[in-house]
């Protein structure tokens, strides 16, 4: 039985710290939280700065966006692009007067797909693929995104669970489309978010393949989730 366990971002007051074998540390000095984030638990905070991190380079850093969305979702590369980018002021966006950022590549992509989701379809829930010949509704080819010349090969332990935690999240898509579209759309913590959560719990339960056990932070689901329905949704016609 294969087992993925969760990437889990553990976030206190005054710093983000992901336990993962790639990142990249933003400074700045001192560290202070705003008043809106106390109280929360960990995990709520967490959300909240990513939500906003995220939306704060959507908004600003066009280029940056573009590399988040096309670089190897595996490996090194990202974080070299990214030397050469100061994004230490979105963290003050993000609700963070000062912060020591650690984050992995999945966190950062995450966040950049959690915030162009709203960007491009707050206005109307999109359309998704209609289903082939096969009775199922074509997806991105997962698998290519991690595999190939220069990548890994197709049984490491990484991209196995880069794929499974995106078919599962395409099984979900597709099956709960409008409810992925509000769950995007809601506040981290809100009694929608949550309400919304226990709405799609068994789509996602009944989506994990028979043998398999998935568990997953909400950070880690939703990140996920924006990206496969950005990824999916049939671009709208002018």
């Given at each position: 039985m294969k087992k993925f366990l969760p990437l889990l971002l553990l976030l206190s007051v005054s710093s983000i710290a992901q336990e993962t074998p790639l990142g990249s540390r933003i400074r700045k000095p001192t560290a202070v939280a705003p008043a809106d984030l106390r109280g929360m638990n960990q995990a709520l905070v967490a959300r909240t700065v990513m939500d906003q991190y995220g939306r704060c380079i959507v908004a600003s850093r066009p280029g940056?966006?573009?590399?988040?969305v096309s670089s190897s979702p595996l490996g090194p590369d990202l974080w070299k692009s990214l030397e050469k980018h100061d994004l230490a002021d979105c963290l003050s966006t993000a609700g963070m007067s000062t912060v020591v950022l650690t984050l992995s590549t999945a966190a950062l992509r995450g966040s950049v797909f959690k915030a162009l989701y709203p960007r491009d379809h707050a206005n109307a829930v999109p359309a998704m693929p209609a289903a082939g010949p096969d009775g199922a509704p074509p997806q991105p080819d997962w698998l290519a995104d991690v595999t190939g010349a220069g990548k890994a090969p197709p049984d490491d332990p990484q991209v196995q669970t880069y794929v499974a935690l995106r078919r599962l999240s395409a099984c979900v898509v597709l099956n709960k489309?409008?409810?992925?579209?509000?769950?995007?759309?809601?506040?981290?913590?809100?009694?929608?978010?949550?309400?919304?959560?226990?709405?799609?719990?068994?789509?996602?339960?009944?989506?994990?393949?028979?043998?398999?056990?998935?568990?997953?932070?909400?950070?880690?689901?939703?990140?996920?989730?924006?990206?496969v329905a950005y990824r999916t949704a049939t671009p709208a016609s002018d």
């Open positions: 940056v966006t573009e590399m988040v489309t409008d409810a992925v579209h509000r769950l995007l759309l809601a506040r981290p913590g809100s009694d929608a978010e949550t309400a919304i959560f226990g709405e799609i719990t068994p789509t996602v339960s009944g989506c994990i393949p028979d043998g398999q056990q998935l568990a997953l932070s909400k950070l880690v689901l939703i990140g996920v989730l924006a990206e």
